[in-house]
């Protein structure tokens, strides 16, 4: 089981490295940034942490991708539906995105789906979930494999 966690790590490392490098090349939608909704969301769970901005938004994203979500899909991979990884990846990309919808979102004061920052903010946080998603359980199959 150790191993199986451990492996859930490092496939979500991997796709939040992915992830962050669409996100620095966000030409592709300029008016949303990710790593200030965390960083303002870091800030306000920690409670003046002292971290420079925007490195807590940085770690936040870092520390949930690599660890909380890889351990949470190397927990339920076995009972998510579908065959292929990709397909998994994307149930658990969905999944995800409907956490964040309505969880982290409106603790960021975006509101559910984050229509306070922008109308077109509930696409690209399904669209990054979806890549993520997809990544992560395309990593994890292929650190299943290397084994």
């Known amino acids: 089981m150790i ?18 490098l669409l996100m620095l090349t966000k030409s592709w939608l300029p008016q949303f940034d990710t790593i200030t909704l965390l960083d ?3 800030r306000g ?3 003046d942490s002292g971290l420079p901005t925007p490195f807590a938004g940085w770690l936040w994203h870092f520390i949930v991708g690599s660890l909380v979500w890889g351990w949470i ?4 991979e076995p009972i998510i539906p579908g065959r292929q ?7 658990f990309g ?6 964040v919808w309505f969880t982290v979102l409106p603790l960021a004061g975006a509101g ?15 669209i ?16 299943e494999s290397n084994n």
């Open 45 to 47: 769970l920690a409670v």
């Open 3 to 20: 191993r199986i966690l451990f492996r859930g790590i490092a496939a979500g490392f991997v796709a939040t490295c992915i992830l962050s």
């Open 112 to 126: 559910a789906f984050g229509t306070h920052i922008s109308w077109i903010q509930p696409v690209v946080s399904l």
């Open 85 to 91: 990884p990709w397909r998994k990846g994307l149930y």
């Open 94 to 99: 969905l999944m995800v995105t409907l956490l």
């Open 128 to 143: 990054q979930h979806v890549i993520y998603g997809v990544v992560l359980a395309l990593a994890f199959y292929r650190l």
């Open 40 to 42: 303002s969301i870091a």
């Open 73 to 76: 899909y190397a927990v339920m």
